[in-house]
């Protein structure tokens, strides 16, 4: 199963709202990533939050972290058009030795209205 | 530098074909990952390379499925006697040592008719 879900599963916002995704995840973490995909190609990291973080801004993008809840989300302030695209969150851990694995969600697909 | 790059962009084979999609890596980078990514879904982890360790395998969907890594660079998979189920995009990403985050490359869209 999938170790983090993001929700909502689509969000649809007029340019220059706010957007807020949100993922939750089950078991133990040592940092949690936001990745945006355009167009189904290659993901782009946008920023990482370790388990001992509670928040973490860069530039339009705020990521908050709650590991009692299991849970993080991500704001983008101030949407651009430009800002449609998918976003996952994924959930760092190691797995034994030096291995170290990213698991990803499905995915919020963000669309910005002009 | 240059980024992750991946090869080729697309293809497009016959069921029952063996495929080989090749990945370059972020030079430097010791870790490398493919994923595989179907439509409108999550990336599915498939394998990971981490210098000279044993690879792990753990995400391959089936014996079909192999990589391997030349040099602890470039790295190819490689898909026998594939299937229309096989049919995504896959995905390859690199990472330094100790490296958190995971740099993508532009991904290989394969279609099985």
């Known amino acids: 199963s999938q170790q983090g879900e993001e929700d909502p599963q689509a969000l649809s916002i007029q340019e220059g709202e706010n957007a807020t995704m949100n993922c939750s995840y089950k078991?133990?973490?040592?940092?949690l990533q936001w990745y945006r995909q355009n167009s189904g190609r290659g993901l782009v990291h946008l920023i990482l939050?370790?388990?001992?973080?509670r928040e973490k801004h860069s530039g339009r993008l705020r990521v908050t972290l709650d590991t009692s809840k299991k849970s993080s989300s991500l704001l983008i302030t101030a949407s651009r058009a430009a800002d449609t695209a998918s976003y996952f969150c994924?959930?760092?851990?190691?797995?034994?030795?030096?291995?170290?694995?990213?698991?990803f969600g499905k995915g919020t697909l963000l669309t910005v209205n002009p | 530098g240059a980024g992750v790059s991946q090869s080729p962009s697309n293809k497009v084979t016959e069921k029952g074909k063996d495929v080989e999609l090749r990945c370059d890596p972020i030079?430097?980078?010791?870790?490398l990952y493919w994923y595989r990514q179907s439509l409108g879904q999550g990336l599915e982890f498939l394998i990971y390379?981490?210098?000279?360790?044993?690879?792990?395998k753990s995400g391959l969907p089936s014996d079909r499925f192999s990589a391997e890594r030349t040099g602890g660079s470039v790295s190819t998979l490689t898909i026998q006697r594939t299937q229309q189920e096989d049919s995504a995009v896959y995905l390859c990403?690199?990472?330094?040592?100790?490296?958190?985050?995971?740099?993508f490359g532009p991904g290989t869209r394969l279609t099985v008719l």
């Open positions: 939050i370790r388990s001992n973080e």
């Open positions: 994924a959930t760092g851990q190691n797995s034994g030795g030096s291995n170290y694995k990213l698991t």
């Open positions: 990403a690199s990472a330094g040592q100790g490296g958190d985050t995971q740099y």
């Open positions: 390379f981490q210098g000279n360790s044993a690879p792990d």
């Open positions: 078991t133990s973490i040592n940092n």
């Open positions: 030079s430097g980078h010791t870790a």
